[in-house]
């Protein structure tokens, strides 16, 4: 694995993290939520221009977004008690699928 994988990986943690602090900031509105919102989404954009230095960018926005909506599915059921259906967990995998499937043949 190449460097600006990695660096794609923490991107999308970046969006995975980004997503759950606007939850939190939902709520208890403060100005130090709505401050980590900004912080760790500008994270993430940093570490995803630093990825497509080296990746096409349609396969680096699109497994950023993929890794991204799968990891708040994943944080919404284990963080926000959100539900876990059987259904919900197929489409998930399908993301994931989607996701390593551009890596290899992207």
């Known amino acids: 694995m190449t460097l600006a994988w990695v660096y794609l990986a923490i991107a999308s943690l970046g969006e995975i993290f980004g ?3 606007i939850n939190y900031y939902l709520q ?6 709505l401050l980590l919102i900004v912080g760790v989404f500008s994270f993430g954009f940093v ?3 630093l990825a497509m230095r ?3 960018m349609s396969t680096a926005y699109a497994v950023w977004t993929g890794l991204g ?3 708040a599915v994943l944080a ?3 963080i926000f008690k959100e539900s876990a259906s059987v ?8 993301i994931i699928v989607g996701a390593v499937g551009l890596k290899l043949f992207g």
């Open 54 to 56: 080296d990746i096409q």
């Open 69 to 71: 909506a799968a990891g």
């Open 28 to 33: 208890k509105r403060t100005i130090k939520r």
């Open 19 to 21: 997503v759950i602090s």
């Open 87 to 94: 259904k919900r967990i197929f489409f998930l995998s399908l």
């Open 76 to 78: 919404g059921i284990l």
């Open 47 to 49: 570490f995803l221009s």
